[in-house]
């Protein structure tokens, strides 16, 4: 099973919808992570959490949202889905005091 | 901040030559630079690290070079072969522990037989 697993691992939505995609991790990790990866653009740290309580916004927050529902779970929500939304996010962890970003396999998103 | 940069999106070898992927980093303050190699459908994987007190460290087949006089980091692959073809980003970070890694748009490494 994979240490990082991200659902769903695909999803086509229109335009205006709410989306929500979740991450879940097995590694024990208290920070996480969500990356946006656009062609040539390589991956944009959009939020981050370093534990339970603590959420910060990355590079491009506009337009999303995060939960951190416990230690395990981090979830990013749009919550009115737009086509330059389209893309492929990344859900990462690493430890305490640790650099290393751990990533999941990736939700592709599309927005019609 | 921070802006990374790679110097090539695409780099093409022969199998069995050396591969020399190059980035470039703006913010002196980076302390920690790492490699990952993202291979098609699949999240980025950790290829190699360096600290800020190092110019050089090495793994299996690789090898990453740090100049921090001209900001500027390096992967060398020994002896490269098919299953090396994928995108390689640099990503750097600073403050230890404190800070998510910023990256860089990637370069993809296409090895010929």
């Known amino acids: 099973d994979a240490d990082v697993t991200q659902t769903p691992r695909n999803r086509i939505t229109k335009t205006g919808k709410r989306i929500m995609l979740e991450c879940s991790q097995t590694?024990?990790?208290?920070?996480m992570y969500w990356y946006r990866q656009d062609p040539g653009l390589g991956l944009r740290l959009i939020y981050y959490?370093?534990?339970?309580?603590?959420?910060n916004k990355g590079e491009i927050s506009d337009g999303y949202s995060v939960s951190r529902q416990a230690q395990a779970k981090f979830s990013l929500s749009l919550e009115s889905a737009i086509p330059n939304q389209t893309a492929l996010y990344f859900c990462?962890?690493?430890?305490?005091?640790?650099?290393?970003?751990?990533f999941g396999q990736g939700t592709r998103l599309t927005v019609v | 901040g921070e802006s990374v940069g790679l110097h090539l999106p695409t780099l093409s070898v022969q199998e069995g030559d050396n591969s020399i992927i190059n980035c470039a980093y703006s913010?002196?303050?980076?302390?920690?630079f790492i490699w990952y190699k993202q291979e098609s459908g699949k999240g980025p994987q950790f290829i190699i690290d360096?600290?800020?007190?190092?110019d050089k460290r090495q793994g299996q087949r690789v090898t990453v070079l740090l100049n921090k006089t001209v900001k500027h980091l390096s992967l060398q692959i020994a002896a490269t072969q098919p299953g090396d073809s994928a995108v390689y980003f640099c990503?750097?970070?600073?403050?230890?522990?404190?800070?998510?890694?910023?990256f860089g748009s990637g370069t993809r490494l296409q090895v010929q037989p």
């Open positions: 990462a962890t690493s430890g305490p005091g640790q650099d290393e970003a751990f």
């Open positions: 590694k024990g990790h208290d920070r």
């Open positions: 959490s370093f534990d339970v309580k603590d959420i």
């Open positions: 913010n002196s303050a980076s302390d920690y």
């Open positions: 360096i600290r800020s007190n190092m």
């Open positions: 990503a750097v970070s600073m403050d230890t522990g404190r800070r998510a890694l910023t």
